[in-house]
């Protein structure tokens, strides 16, 4: 993967919920590299946390309660943000099948697929309320990931696709996982939180991602002290997002 201070920019401004910014900064990538898929998912993912933001889809409760998790009530999409994100994820998919059918091992065309099925992935799961569908988008996000990692061990921010599968699916009841591994899913939460440590310690655009979630999982784990560190490192990180704060606050 090739790094780039300007998409870490608009990574950074998302993250401190500055949409308006990082949707320009996005846009003024696209317009200097048109024929780099990383530039259309970057902006298709400004999209989906600001719904995520207004919808206060991201607060802990949410996760650490199963039962609240899986009786949550259905919410109500903004159809224009949905347009614009499959839009985004439209040109990234057009751009990266036309790399790849000449160059298969090209990382940043891989890395976009990888971004663009993880965040359908997330769309579906936790705007559109479809947790089986959404399971066909996060093993694809993962496998292409493993693909990715096998050319390119260095591109940390692909980890979190792995991690979130094994971390994420292996949180379910053992049944559950025994069934989810016969269909060739990754259920080994060990793992997963391995992986996602990987991200949040040496990846760039989706460390703080991997960092948040990681916070999550220590709270599911009755640790409250390494939750705490870690929203403390985000909120001094992105101070416009209350996300953070507000979450700290809940724990002290």
């Not at 259905?74 to 994100?85: G, H, I, N």
């Not at 379910?172 to 899913?185: C, D, E, K, S």
């Not at 999550?216 to 002290?225: C, G, I, S, T, Y």
Request: proline letters at 5%; charged letters at 20%; one cysteine or more.
């Amino acid at each position: 993967m090739v790094y780039s201070p300007a998409l870490q920019r608009g990574f950074d401004q998302m993250y401190n919920l500055d949409f308006s910014s990082a949707h320009a900064t996005f846009l003024t990538y696209q317009h200097a590299h048109p024929d780099d898929p990383t530039g259309y998912v970057a902006n298709a993912a400004a999209y989906l946390f600001s719904e995520f933001d207004r919808l206060h889809i991201l607060e802990s409760d949410l996760f650490i309660d199963d039962s609240k998790f899986e009786h949550r009530s259905k919410v109500d999409p903004d159809p224009r943000v949905k347009t614009a994100f499959e839009n985004e994820l439209g040109k990234s998919d057009a751009l990266v099948n036309k790399t790849l059918s000449s160059n298969p091992e090209d990382v940043n065309a891989l890395f976009a697929q990888v971004l663009t099925n993880g965040l359908r992935g997330d769309y579906t799961a936790l705007i559109e309320k479809r947790n089986l569908a959404s399971l066909s988008y996060m093993k694809t996000s993962r496998i292409l990931a493993e693909k990715l990692l096998a050319i390119d061990p260095t591109c940390y921010d692909a980890y979190l696709a792995v991690g979130a599968e094994n971390y994420l699916l292996g949180i379910n009841p053992a049944p559950v996982r025994w069934i989810l591994h016969f269909t060739g899913a990754q259920t080994d939460k060990q793992v997963g939180l391995q992986r996602l440590r990987l991200t949040a310690e040496k990846g760039h655009y989706l460390a703080p991602f991997a960092r948040l979630l990681l916070a999550v999982a220590a709270l599911r784990d009755k640790d409250p002290q390494t939750a705490r560190v870690l929203l403390a490192g985000l909120a001094k990180e992105f101070p416009g997002n209350q996300l953070y704060v507000s979450e700290l606050a809940r724990i002290q």
